[in-house]
């Protein structure tokens, strides 16, 4: 019998947080292992190159990711299947990995070697901040869900319009989307904390891995941003 993780037991409620941290932690492992598997191969290189020379490439690639992103959500939130979750898990690990490839190409190749640690050291940081203020507070940031969906279409939008346009989405964006990401995390571990069941740890490490990733794409990019005008 599942129950929400608010209303367990404590020791349950401990095991549900610690697997869903730990499934996360394996994510980030999963993710950052392929990255360097394609980098030191070379297979990065060839996608980045692919992407970068055929035009408008990034929409297939943006178009893919939406589309596997709920593939995966849909396949980590069916409880009855162990199998099935960590199936969707790995799928959109997958897709984050190969729509990072053209960022991260950029990093390595074009910019100082401290920008891609950097960034990561940030996300980091700001990741562990959030999370206890979350976790400090116990407040129920359910109430971001309906902004963080109108936002992230608004900026899906400004996205899509500056591919088609061929307006650069600058500094500030960037910026913006850190704070949307943030958010993300606040309401990801706020649902952690008050809304899934006990079950839901590989849904959970889902959903904060996505927000990690985008707060991770956005640090970065404005890393490569500033040392670009150095």
Request: aromatic share 14%; hydrophobic share 60%; with cysteine.
């Amino acid at each position: 019998m599942t129950t929400i993780v608010s209303q367990a037991a404590p020791n349950d409620r401990q095991q549900f947080i610690q697997k869903t941290y730990l499934h996360l932690a394996g994510a980030v492992a999963l993710f950052t292992g392929l990255e360097i598997i394609l980098f030191v191969t070379g297979a990065a290189d060839a996608i980045a190159s692919l992407i970068f020379a055929l035009p408008f490439s990034w929409f297939a690639v943006l178009g893919g990711f939406m589309l596997l992103g709920w593939l995966a959500r849909q396949m980590a939130s069916r409880t009855g299947s162990i199998q099935t979750q960590y199936m969707g898990l790995g799928l959109y690990v997958l897709g984050q990995v190969l729509i990072f490839v053209p960022l991260l190409f950029i990093a390595v190749n074009f910019t100082s070697p401290e920008v891609l640690p950097s960034a990561a050291i940030l996300t980091g940081l700001l990741f562990a901040g959030l999370t206890t203020v979350a976790f400090t507070t116990k407040a129920d940031f359910s109430f971001l869900g309906s902004i963080l969906t109108i936002v992230g279409f608004v900026a899906l939008g400004m996205i899509i319009c500056s591919m088609i346009f061929g307006f650069k989405l600058g500094i500030f964006f960037s910026f913006a989307m850190i704070i949307f990401a943030s958010a993300a995390i606040l309401y990801d571990t706020s649902n952690i904390i008050h809304h899934y069941t006990t079950d839901q740890y590989v849904a959970a490490s889902l959903e904060l891995f996505a927000s990690v990733a985008l707060l991770f794409w956005y640090v970065l990019r404005i890393l490569i941003q500033l040392n670009g005008r150095n």
